[in-house]
C-alpha cells in the first residue's frame, strides 16, 4: 500500500477540521509557508480578506488560500458559522489551482462530502488511512477544478449577486431587483445562476434567509414576529410555512428543549387509565361495588 500510495504522488492531507456551529468565530491574520487549505461553508457566512481582496461565502462556497498568501478570516451576518477544512501539500499527481485566491460553490454537496469523510478518517494513523485520505483530497481537487464556472466571470458575478442578497435579507427582494443590482435581465441572470449554483437564485434566497432565522431562534430571544422581520420572511405565519418546507419541523422545535425518548411516558387510552384507577373490589364488598365492575351482558339475537 506504501509503493502504491508513492507512486501515484497523490496530494497529501497534513491535517484535516471542522469548525462547530458558533457565533462570532474569527482567525487573526495568518498564512501556510508550505502549504495550501480548502475551505467549505456548511452554513453560515464567512468573510476573508487576502491579496487585497475581500471573499464572502455563505453555504455551499468553496474557498482554496495558496500558500504563502495571508489571510484573515470572521465569520459575519450575525449567523453562526460552521466550516470543515484541509490542508495539504499538492503531489506531482495532484491538479493545480493555480496561486491565487478561489471561492466558487459545491454545487452537488460533493465537495462538502468528500471533506467530511475525510475529516472522519483523521487522524489517519495507517497507510490506508492515508491513501483513502488522499485520493479523496484529489477528488475534491477534481471537482472544483473541473467546476465549469471554475474562477470564471459568471462566477464572480453570481457572487455578487448571493453577496447583494444576504445584505438585503430583511428586504422584500425579487428576482428583477436582484438580477438589475448585477446588470443583467432576469433571465439570463436567472439562467446564469442556475447553471454556477446548480439552484434558482430564489431559492436560494430562501435558504439564506431559512438560515439566518434559525442563527437568530438559537441565538437571541427575539419573539419569532421581530425574526421573520429581520429575515424578510413577512410575517409569522408565512416564517413558519417557509422554515418548516426548508427545514423539516418548525422554528418553536429550535428553542423547545427536546425530551429524550426514554423519559417519554407511554400514551394510554382514557378508558385504560380509568380502569387501572378503580380499584377491584374485595370479596365481601356490597353488591353493588360488584357490579360496577361486573362486564354488560350480552344481549341474545332475536
Known amino acids: 500500500m506504501q509503493e502504491l500510495y508513492s507512486a501515484c504522488d497523490l496530494p497529501r492531507v497534513l491535517y484535516t477540521g471542522h469548525i462547530a456551529p458558533q457565533a462570532g468565530w474569527s482567525m487573526a491574520r495568518h498564512q501556510h509557508d508550505d502549504h495550501h487549505e480548502i475551505i467549505v461553508v456548511c452554513q453560515g457566512q464567512i468573510e476573508t480578506h487576502i491579496a487585497g481582496k475581500i471573499l464572502r461565502g455563505g453555504p455551499g462556497s468553496v474557498l482554496f488560500y495558496p500558500r ?27 491538479l493545480s489551482l493555480g496561486a491565487a485566491p478561489i471561492i466558487s460553490f459545491d454545487q452537488s454537496g460533493r465537495i462538502q462530502a468528500l471533506l467530511r469523510w475525510m475529516h472522519e478518517l483523521s ?9 483513502t485520505q488522499a485520493a479523496l483530497l484529489q477528488a475534491s481537487l477534481y471537482e472544483l477544478a473541473s467546476h465549469p464556472a471554475f474562477n470564471s466571470p459568471a462566477a464572480q458575478v453570481v457572487h455578487a ?136 351482558p350480552r344481549r341474545k339475537k332475536q
Do not use: W
Not at 487522524?123 to 491513501?131: E, F, L
Not at 432565522?213 to 417557509?242: N, Q, W
Open 68 to 94: 504563502r498568501l495571508a489571510h484573515q478570516e470572521a465569520g459575519v451576518g450575525g449567523a453562526v458559522l460552521e466550516t470543515l477544512f484541509v490542508g495539504f501539500q499538492a503531489g506531482a499527481a495532484g
Open 123 to 131: 487522524p489517519a494513523a495507517r497507510t490506508v488511512q492515508q491513501v
Open 161 to 296: 449577486a448571493t453577496q447583494y442578497m444576504r445584505e438585503h435579507l430583511a428586504e422584500p427582494l425579487r428576482l428583477a431587483g436582484v438580477a438589475r443590482a448585477v446588470y443583467l435581465s432576469p433571465f439570463h441572470f436567472s439562467r446564469l445562476f442556475r447553471r454556477v449554483a446548480g439552484q434558482s437564485p430564489m431559492r436560494f434566497l430562501a435558504k439564506c434567509r431559512v438560515e439566518a432565522a434559525h442563527s437568530l431562534l438559537r441565538s437571541s430571544t427575539l419573539p419569532m414576529k421581530a425574526i421573520a422581520r429581520r429575515t424578510g420572511l413577512s410575517d409569522p405565519f408565512h416564517f413558519s410555512r417557509t422554515f418548516r418546507r426548508m427545514v423539516g419541523y418548525p422554528p418553536g422545535r429550535v428553542r423547545r428543549p427536546s425530551v429524550p425518548a426514554e423519559t417519554q411516558q407511554p400514551r394510554r387510552s382514557p378508558r385504560a387509565s380509568r380502569s387501572r384507577n378503580i380499584p377491584a373490589p374485595r370479596r365481601g364488598a356490597p353488591r353493588m361495588a360488584r357490579m360496577a365492575h361486573a362486564k354488560p
